[in-house]
């Protein structure tokens, strides 16, 4: 017999290669794709655009796009209401109700049970980026930087929610604005008021008010 010392002795790095597929085969490789999506967060970016939440009303930074009644997982807490909030963003969307976020105005309004139902009192209203030296929106007043030249109480555009009124706001600019009703701007004084003014109609009491700085 050759002695063991003719013996080809083993190679090291064959030897570990083996240990390493017989690893490789019983153990299997990680399934790092299922770690990553069981840890993924529930909201994203995208998902986040929509949310749906118990009762009337949406939180800050959203508006009500559509609204559901009878929803049982609401309870009686929320009269059993649910309503579809959407992030507020663009220049113009339509909201449930007769509210706009700030920055908005109404410039139309319809009555519609489908969409928004009676949690809104069936109202849709069109909600507009306020911008430019004037605008028409729907109701009473303007916002914040405008004052109410003229109003028109049969706008056909204005639902009833607004008891079709519709008012011309203009920019406040110069040192004198003429303002319907008995209000002035901010930094304006009332300096002469003229009643039966029949640009600004029954929504500012015939009332047209000279304003100053």
């Known amino acids: 017999m050759p002695s063991s010392k003719n013996r080809t002795s083993a190679n090291p790095f064959l030897l570990l290669l083996a240990i390493s597929v017989s690893t490789a085969i019983g153990c299997g490789s990680p399934d790092l794709g299922h770690e990553e999506l069981a840890d993924a967060p529930l909201g994203s970016a995208e998902s986040a655009l929509t949310i749906n939440q118990c009762g009337v009303g949406c939180p800050d930074g959203y508006y009500p796009s559509a609204a559901y ?56 209203t069109t ?22 030249k003229a109003a028109y109480s049969t706008a056909g555009v204005c639902s009833t ?34 009643t039966n003014a029949g640009v600004c109609g029954t929504p500012y009491n015939y009332a047209l008010t000279t304003c100053k700085l």
């Open 69 to 124: 009644t009878n929803v049982a997982a609401c309870g009686a807490a929320f009269n059993y209401t649910r309503t579809t909030c959407k992030t507020v963003s663009g220049s113009s969307f339509n909201s449930c109700g007769t509210s706009c976020p700030s920055g908005y105005y109404p410039s139309e309004s319809y009555t519609t049970g489908a969409i928004c139902g009676t949690p809104y009192d069936t109202t849709l």
């Open 127 to 148: 909600c507009k980026t306020v911008s430019g030296s004037s605008f028409n929106s729907c109701g009473v007043g303007c916002p914040a930087g405008y004052y109410p």
């Open 161 to 194: 929610s607004f008891d079709y009124t519709l008012t011309s706001c203009n920019i406040v600019s110069g040192s004198t604005v003429q303002s319907c009703g008995t209000d002035c701007p901010p930094g304006y004084r009332p300096t002469a008021s003229y």
